[in-house]
Nanobody, 115 residues
């Protein structure tokens, strides 16, 4: 079993920055894939960014260099730094990990980009 707790969402103006974090209940060395997804109202959940255990990083096409995913092994967290935020980035952001071939999800954190 893996528990995930997200934090750091909120309201930010267009062009602003926000950082969301996910605390993982297991040593992240044992996690094969860690990442962030998002879901806007009326839309499907989509990949934002993911880190694979070998260090490969994948981003959604819409990111275009604005977001950076990272992991802090000492704190067992996976983080998403979001810069140059746009109104269309408004969504619930979910932490996701793949552990022993099973996917786990956090409860989600709301990110709202609005003036």
């Amino acid at each position: 079993q893996v528990q995930l707790v997200e934090s750091g969402g909120g309201l930010v103006q267009p062009g602003g920055s926000l950082r969301v974090s996910c605390l993982v209940s297991r040593n992240i060395f044992s996690i094969s894939v860690m990442g962030w997804y998002r879901q806007a109202p009326g839309k499907q959940r989509e990949l934002v960014a993911a880190i694979i255990s070998g260090g490969t990083v994948k981003y959604g096409d819409f990111v275009k260099g604005r977001f950076t995913i990272s992991r802090d092994i000492g704190k067992n967290t996976v983080n998403l730094q979001m810069n140059s935020l746009k109104p269309e980035d408004t969504a619930v952001y979910y932490c996701n990990v793949l552990f022993e071939q099973k996917a786990y999800w956090g409860q989600g954190t709301q990110v709202t980009v609005s003036s």
